[in-house]
């Protein structure tokens, strides 16, 4: 009998040139990287799951832009369907990144120096498939 997926949100939250990820807490995967989210309640969009989840997690608001990949994933334990949703800061970026410099469970990185040996399994999957260029806008091609 095939596992019912577990719907979950992915938050790729992008500001400037990084993306925010978080560490897991529990279960087997603790402590491993991934982007933020949570499970998706009954009739909740990803978008809305993401904002929900972010607020709830690391008090930071969000804007939920776009579901960028749906990708469904086997655990040995569940099986889960990641939405991954492009995010941005909401209207007060400075206060969102004051409360994360403050949070050592989450961290900025540049797409190209992800801590790939420290993802879970679902998430680094994820990275090979999202549209990076499309994500990360170059202003002016400067780091």
């Known amino acids: 009998m095939a596992k019912t997926a577990i719907n979950v949100a992915a938050a790729v939250l992008v500001h400037g040139k990084k993306v925010l990820l978080a560490r897991r807490?529990?279960?087997?995967?603790?402590?491993?990287?991934?982007?933020?989210?949570?499970?998706?309640?009954?009739?909740?969009?990803?978008?809305?799951?993401?904002h929900r989840e972010l607020i709830e997690e690391l008090d930071i608001r969000i804007v939920p832009e776009q579901t960028l990949l749906v990708l469904e994933h086997e655990y040995p334990d569940k099986t889960v369907r990641l939405h991954f949703v492009k995010c941005r800061l909401s209207d007060s970026p400075d206060q969102c990144l004051a409360k994360?410099?403050?949070?050592?469970?989450?961290?900025?990185?540049?797409?190209?120096?992800?801590?790939?040996?420290?993802?879970?399994?679902?998430?680094r999957i994820a990275v090979g498939h999202l549209p990076w260029k499309q994500i990360i806008t170059c202003e002016d091609g400067n780091e």
Not at 28 to 49: I, Q, R, T, V
Not at 101 to 116: G, H, Q, Y
């Open 25 to 50: 807490r529990g279960g087997y995967l603790d402590s491993l990287w991934e982007f933020p989210g949570g499970k998706l309640e009954k009739d909740e969009s990803a978008g809305h799951a993401a």
């Open 100 to 123: 994360m410099t403050k949070n050592p469970e989450v961290s900025w990185f540049a797409p190209t120096d992800f801590p790939l040996g420290e993802f879970c399994p679902a998430d």
